[in-house]
């Protein structure tokens, strides 16, 4: 795949993105969200996550769920760019220009790259009717044609089926031609948004564009990669919107039952057991003191509200026991599954973990050891 040059324009005082930084905000009580649609949240994820996440389920339940995942990753997409559009003065007048909408389509691309979520070029497009890509260091590809068809969707204003193939030098093409039709499933894999508790969350902020120090020096974007590098560990990170999760397994809730949720949070702490030094922070080779202890779950709060996962107001620590609170929680079972991993990769011990909606937007996590 022929590499052309997508350099990003950066801040000139911290070197961040400034269309990243311009388009998306983190909030003083635990969410990151779009300019755009001020409840719309954005996550930092950290790649294999989500594949994993499936994976473990679907070897569980001895079912595919990537339909599922694959509808609701359209809708997110398509809500993502409607925010654009519907906030922009007269742009549904422009887009029955057709050299507009390509000009969007090339826009796509950089989004892609912003989001670390790949590189992209366009083959063919023809509007209205189909669109071919290629893609690079796509994070998930099933996700990431999802979200190609919810984006044509909102430019076009009509459905969209697609496919892809993997070609031999380890690129993709997606194939996405108009349908007129969605299916059944896709209206009940609708997003369901909620309003924020408000915080006051203080960051150390860049004075020019507003981001969070600690983001500004630790993210690298590799823009002829289409990847985001958190330089603390080397390990991949994505944005993605903060639903599509949430979706699925409230889907896969309705049609096999509340337990889907256990197996959520048992996927999540494996995750986190195995993938302990991607979220910065270290298990050594045996216990770590109460200090040691104390500093390591301090080191990860903090990055709770940078990736946009919820604002912990308290923590403690008593008879080997780990107390949280958090405010505006992204996803309460996977945040369960990271604090039950957190404590057996750091402590040593097998544990327990439970939880509870004290209050609407705020969660009580507690994890015990067994």
């Known amino acids: ?10 801040c000139r005082e911290c070197g961040f993105p400034r269309l990243v930084g311009g388009f998306i905000k983190w909030q003083d009580n635990g969410t990151v969200v779009q300019l755009m649609r001020k409840n719309f949240r954005v996550v930092i994820l950290h790649h294999g996550f989500l594949e994993n996440l499936f994976s473990n389920i679907e070897s569980k339940i001895g079912i595919s769920i990537e339909h599922l995942a694959f509808e609701a990753q359209r809708n997110a997409s398509k809500a993502t760019f409607d925010a654009f559009k519907n906030k922009l003065p007269g742009t549904s007048l422009f887009l029955k220009f057709k050299f507009v909408r390509r000009i969007s389509v090339e826009f796509f691309h950089k989004v892609g790259v912003l989001t670390g979520m790949a590189y992209s070029e366009t083959v063919e497009y023809v509007p209205g009717r189909i669109g071919v890509a290629r893609f690079k260091n796509p994070f998930n590809m099933d996700l990431m044609s999802a979200n190609v068809v919810g984006a044509f969707e909102s430019l076009e204003g009509i459905p969209f089926s697609q496919e892809w193939e993997k070609e ?9 031609e108009a349908t007129g039709e969605k299916p059944e499933i ?83 702490k494996d995750w986190t057991i195995d993938n302990v030094g991607e979220l910065g922070l270290s298990g050594g080779d045996g216990p770590l003191s109460m200090e040691e202890l104390e500093a390591a779950y301090r080191d990860y709060l903090k990055m ?48 327990a973990v439970t939880w509870e909606k004290t209050r609407p937007g705020v969660v009580s996590f507690t994890v015990t050891p067994t």
């Open 186 to 268: 896709s209206e009940r894999l609708s997003i369901e948004y909620e309003t924020p508790l408000p915080g006051n969350l203080q960051f150390d902020r860049c004075p020019r564009c507003k981001v969070p120090w600690a983001l500004a020096n630790s993210l690298k974007w590799m823009e002829s990669e289409g990847t985001i590098v958190d330089t603390r560990t080397g390990a991949r990170v994505i944005f993605l919107d903060g639903y599509m999760i949430k979706t699925v397994f409230r889907e896969l809730a309705s049609e096999l039952g509340e337990e889907i949720y256990d197996l959520m949070v048992e996927a999540q």
């Open 1 to 10: 795949m022929a590499k052309k040059a997508r350099m990003m324009i950066r």
């Open 304 to 351: 709770l509200p940078l990736y946009g996962y919820g604002n912990p107001v308290k923590f403690e620590m008593h008879d080997g026991s780990v107390s949280l609170v958090v405010e505006n929680p992204y996803e309460p079972n996977i945040l369960a599954g990271t604090f039950q991993g957190l404590y057996e990769a750091l402590e040593k011990k097998k544990s």
């Open 168 to 176: 031999p030098g380890g690129t993709y093409l997606v194939h996405i």
